[in-house]
Every structure is written in C-alpha cells, then in structure tokens.
C-alpha cells in the first residue's frame, strides 16, 4: 500500500468522516447533536475526569 491509501480510511483516528474540516459546521453540528443525547455525567466521573486532568506534569516530582 502507498501513503495515500493508508491515510485515507473511513473515519480518522477522532471519528471524524474522512476528509471533515473542522471548519465544517454540519460536522460540529453532529458533535454537539450527540453530546447533547448523551446522560450527564455523575459526581464520580466528574471527580475522576479532573482527577486525570490535574496531575503532576513530571511523575519523577511525585515519586521524590
């Protein structure tokens, strides 16, 4: 296979339609669409989304 072929696919690695520009506003549409329908998220995984999100940027800090 060549380079285009392996790139091309029918969905990139963010389930994005091949080819979408995240300027297209019908591909936003269905992203807010489906965030829309999802459930809200509970208390635990509010605490462990931020929990994921607020650690140490240097592990090697952490272990000392």
């Given at each position: 296979m060549t380079q285009t072929q392996?790139?091309?696919?029918?969905?990139?690695n963010l389930g994005r339609p091949a080819g979408a520009n995240h300027g297209d506003?019908?591909?936003?549409?269905?992203?807010r669409r489906i965030a829309?329908?999802?459930?809200?998220?509970?208390d635990l995984q509010r605490?462990?989304?931020r929990a994921a999100f607020h650690q140490p940027t240097d592990h090697k800090e952490q272990a000392a």
């Open positions: 392996t790139s091309v696919a029918a969905e990139d506003a019908a591909y936003w549409a269905r992203v829309n329908a999802a459930p809200p998220l509970s605490a462990r989304i």
